[in-house]
């Protein structure tokens, strides 16, 4: 471990007003909870210069995505991420609507890309005006907001596919949702390792990610499994991943690296970080044990995908 890396970790940063610490970030917020953020790979789609692993894996445009979260309130407060869960966001007094969120999270992006108008190519400038994909995944936990699935089905109505990613720590919602594609984490093959790498606020969270899990098994919706490896301290037991994965008969299992971003870095060591070769060295044995097969890697990302024949189906 470096100097400058065990600088890092001697000091959690205090966190000043949190709305201002999020604009500052590139955020947006979006009504009175939600929040938008346009991601590095928006840029470079919409200047002809690369797509992120979900274009070649599911075919989704960059440019046309819409990253945004319904609440910045989340129930762990993982090693790897890299916001800043060290300050607590409470429940707002009011939920917005579905409608109210889907509106102003287009307005928000909108707003957001403005400045490339004179920089990207004019037809992909329009064509990012008009997204339609939505990743509700930015922060936060999207479980928690209690009108997930209605706003499923208005981002829907408005011509967009859909992505969800929980930590599945909300079963009763899992049960409730049908994106286009719902993903869960799973950042852990056992309860002593996920208590260490995730940090939960509760004790029976471990239980309910199980639970969610058997729900997912139930679905008949395209599902997917994530895993963030973070070297020295969840990378291990393939086969207990492979294990609880079974319980959920995903479609695809995305096996990434952690990268040392923004408040991670105060928390882990770059070392933490796994070599591509090393992501999918592993993704090889959880593939094995599971009887999947490795479908696609982009080096770049640090990442594997896993699926049952080896192969990808787009998103229509």
Request: hydrophobic share 35%; charged share 30%.
């Amino acid at each position: 471990m470096s100097s400058k890396d065990k600088e890092e970790l001697m000091t959690i940063p205090e966190i000043p007003d949190f709305e201002a610490l999020l604009k500052k970030q590139g955020y947006s917020l979006a009504g009175t909870h939600s929040a938008v953020k346009t991601c590095l790979w928006l840029g470079r789609s919409m200047k002809n210069e690369g797509e992120c692993y979900k274009s070649r894996f599911y075919g989704i445009t960059s440019h046309c995505c819409l990253q945004m979260t319904p609440t910045l309130r989340c129930n762990q407060r993982c090693l790897f991420c890299w916001r800043p869960t060290e300050a607590e966001v409470s429940f707002p007094k009011n939920w917005d609507s579905p409608v109210e969120i889907v509106g102003s999270s287009i307005k928000a992006q909108r707003k957001l890309i403005s400045g490339f108008g004179g920089s990207a190519p004019r037809e992909r400038w329009e064509e990012a005006n008009e997204p339609k994909h939505v990743a509700i995944s930015l922060s936060g936990e999207p479980t928690l907001y209690p009108y997930l699935p209605e706003l499923v089905e208005e981002y829907e109505k408005e011509g967009f596919s859909t992505f969800i990613v929980s930590n599945g720590t909300v079963p009763e919602m899992m049960e409730r949702i049908e994106p286009s594609q719902l993903y869960m984490s799973l950042d852990a093959p056992d309860r002593e390792t996920y208590e260490k790498v995730c940090n939960p606020k509760s004790p029976e969270l471990w239980d309910k990610i199980n639970r969610s899990l058997e729900i997912l098994g139930k679905k008949d919706n395209r599902k997917a499994i994530r895993i963030t490896l973070v070297k020295g301290v969840n990378m291990i037991d393939p086969e207990g991943y492979a294990r609880l994965i079974e319980i959920a008969d995903p479609d695809y299992v995305e096996i990434k690296a952690y990268m040392h971003l923004g408040f991670s870095r105060a928390r882990l060591p770059r070392e933490a970080m796994p070599s591509h070769e090393e992501v999918l060295s592993f993704a090889k044995e959880v593939a094995g044990h599971l009887g999947y097969s490795i479908a696609d890697e982009v080096e770049v990302s640090r990442i594997a995908l896993l699926s049952k024949d080896g192969k990808v189906t787009y998103l229509d």
